[in-house]
């Protein structure tokens, strides 16, 4: 690759500060820009379609502004008995979901899109994490809740942080995909678009 495109923009789609500190992991210095994206799944979309579809508009949201720039969208959702789960945005809701996930497994699909508009590049991923729940009572959850705060996080569940001790096991083939940003995967993409990593 040329000189000039490692000095090309870099720039994450996205207004999570989660995934802005897992981008700083890279030591590529880039920008932030919070996309224009409705987040509202379609009528019977599977949630693979969901995430794929989301992480992309991200991107693409932000491409006309930026077409000679590397943009990068993610996006997630906690799946449970092939029933999509969000973000619950109160207490009551969180509470609702960790206690459908208590003793189950729920699978969080964390999808990546990196595109180029001048040089056409595009790059899609999904990564599948598998959280195994144990048993959780309510104070449990209670307690949890008050000390993490995962009112705005797919399933309610913070696994870098407290959340942690609610599960048996976690399975992942990229670990920083359930945090909100695949680095595995996107280390390749921004590999193949002509960054240096590391």
Same mark, same amino acid.
């Given at each position: 690759?040329?000189?000039?495109?490692?000095?090309?923009?870099?720039?994450?789609?996205?207004?999570?500060?989660?995934?802005?500190?897992?981008?700083?992991?890279?030591?590529?210095?880039?920008?932030?820009?919070?996309? %224009?994206?409705?987040?509202?799944?379609?009528?019977?979309?599977?949630?693979?379609?969901?995430?794929?579809?989301?992480?992309?508009?991200? +991107? #693409?949201?932000?491409?006309?502004?930026?077409?000679?720039? #590397?943009?990068?969208?993610? %996006?997630?959702?906690?799946?449970?008995?092939?029933?999509?789960?969000?973000?619950?945005?109160?207490? %009551? +809701?969180?509470?609702?979901?960790?206690?459908?996930?208590?003793?189950?497994?729920?699978?969080?699909?964390?999808? #990546?899109?990196?595109?180029?508009?001048?040089?056409?590049?595009?790059?899609?991923?999904?990564?599948?994490?598998?959280?195994?729940?144990?048993?959780?009572?309510?104070?449990?959850?209670?307690?949890?809740?008050?000390?993490?705060?995962?009112?705005?996080?797919?399933?309610?569940?913070?696994?870098?942080?407290?959340?942690?001790?609610?599960?048996?096991?976690?399975?992942?083939?990229?670990?920083?995909?359930?945090?909100?940003?695949?680095?595995?995967?996107?280390?390749?993409?921004?590999?193949?678009?002509?960054?240096?990593?590391?």
């Amino acid at each position: 690759m040329s000189q000039q495109s490692h000095k090309r923009n870099l720039i994450l789609a996205s207004s999570s500060p989660y995934r802005k500190t897992l981008l700083e992991r890279l030591g590529i210095p880039f920008q932030v820009n919070s996309p %224009d994206v409705d987040e509202t799944p379609g009528h019977g979309e599977a949630p693979e379609g969901l995430v794929s579809r989301l992480a992309k508009s991200k +991107a #693409v949201s932000l491409a006309a502004q930026f077409p000679l720039a #590397v943009i990068i969208g993610s %996006d997630q959702v906690a799946v449970c008995d092939g029933e999509i789960v969000g973000k619950p945005h109160t207490v %009551d +809701a969180a509470i609702r979901q960790l206690e459908q996930f208590s003793g189950r497994t729920v699978l969080f699909l964390t999808a #990546v899109c990196v595109i180029c508009e001048t040089t056409a590049f595009e790059y899609q991923r999904i990564v599948t994490t598998e959280a195994c729940f144990r048993s959780l009572s309510e104070d449990e959850i209670r307690r949890y809740i008050e000390q993490d705060r995962p009112l705005d996080c797919a399933g309610s569940f913070k696994s870098e942080a407290a959340g942690i001790g609610l599960l048996n096991a976690l399975k992942a083939d990229d670990p920083t995909a359930i945090v909100g940003l695949p680095l595995i995967a996107l280390s390749e993409a921004l590999r193949s678009a002509g960054f240096k990593v590391p």
